[in-house]
């Protein structure tokens, strides 16, 4: 396993739009390996394949205490969306920069797994914000897109000031 480099924002390759995955091999499961390792290093609870500069439509997230509960989507498309829910999100392509965002409260979603078998499942609260917030990487938006242009504009500058500070 290795350990990918995550893009930041304002990187333009973050609002590519992934592909379908057509090739479910052992490079997928490396792929997906290493995004766990990325994950669980940086840390965080969800990355999206666009993050790490690979344009599929692949994530992975784990929001487990004990980061054991691995969950991994690929080609995910949401079915039914219900409820209404304002959680505040951060991204690891936007370090240290948090937001209150409004999403469902509850998705269903049809995805494949790492070896191309279908399946659905449920996810509600904190786990339904998880999907939502990477299936946007997928299609190349980003969290703060949600934002009203006042607060992104904020938000980007402290980057950018946190991003200074620490080169």
């Given at each position: 396993?290795?350990?990918?480099?995550?893009?930041?924002?304002?990187?333009?390759?973050?609002?590519?739009?992934?592909?379908?995955?057509?090739?479910?091999?052992?490079?997928?499961?490396?792929?997906?390996?290493?995004?766990?390792?990325?994950?669980?290093?940086?840390?965080?609870?969800?990355?999206?394949?666009?993050?790490?500069?690979?344009?599929?439509?692949?994530?992975?997230?784990?929001?487990?205490?004990?980061?054991?509960?691995?969950?991994?989507?690929?080609?995910?498309?949401?079915?039914?969306?219900?409820?209404?829910?304002?959680?505040?999100?951060?991204?690891?392509?936007?370090?240290?920069?948090?937001?209150?965002?409004?999403?469902?409260?509850?998705v269903k979603v049809a995805a494949q797994d790492a070896?191309?078998?279908?399946?659905?499942?449920?996810?509600e609260g904190p786990l339904a914000v998880c999907v939502?917030?990477?299936?946007?990487?997928?299609?190349?938006?980003?969290?703060?897109?949600?934002?009203?242009?006042?607060?992104?504009?904020?938000?980007?500058?402290?980057?950018?000031?946190?991003?200074?500070q620490s080169a």
């Amino acid at each position: 396993m290795s350990k990918l480099t995550i893009l930041e924002f304002p990187d333009p390759r973050l609002r590519t739009k992934a592909q379908p995955v057509t090739v479910f091999d052992a490079a997928l499961k490396q792929l997906v390996a290493d995004m766990f390792e990325t994950m669980y290093a940086a840390p965080g609870v969800g990355l999206a394949a666009t993050q790490v500069n690979v344009h599929q439509q692949l994530l992975v997230m784990d929001m487990s205490e004990d980061s054991d509960q691995p969950i991994v989507l690929v080609n995910p498309r949401i079915l039914e969306k219900s409820g209404e829910q304002v959680y505040q999100e951060g991204c690891l392509s936007f370090p240290g920069i948090y937001a209150d965002v409004e999403r469902a409260l509850r998705v269903k979603v049809a995805a494949q797994d790492a070896d191309g078998t279908p399946f659905e499942r449920e996810f509600e609260g904190p786990l339904a914000v998880c999907v939502q917030h990477e299936m946007d990487h997928l299609a190349g938006k980003v969290f703060v897109d949600y934002l009203s242009p006042l607060k992104r504009s904020l938000l980007l500058k402290r980057m950018e000031k946190k991003r200074k500070q620490s080169a």
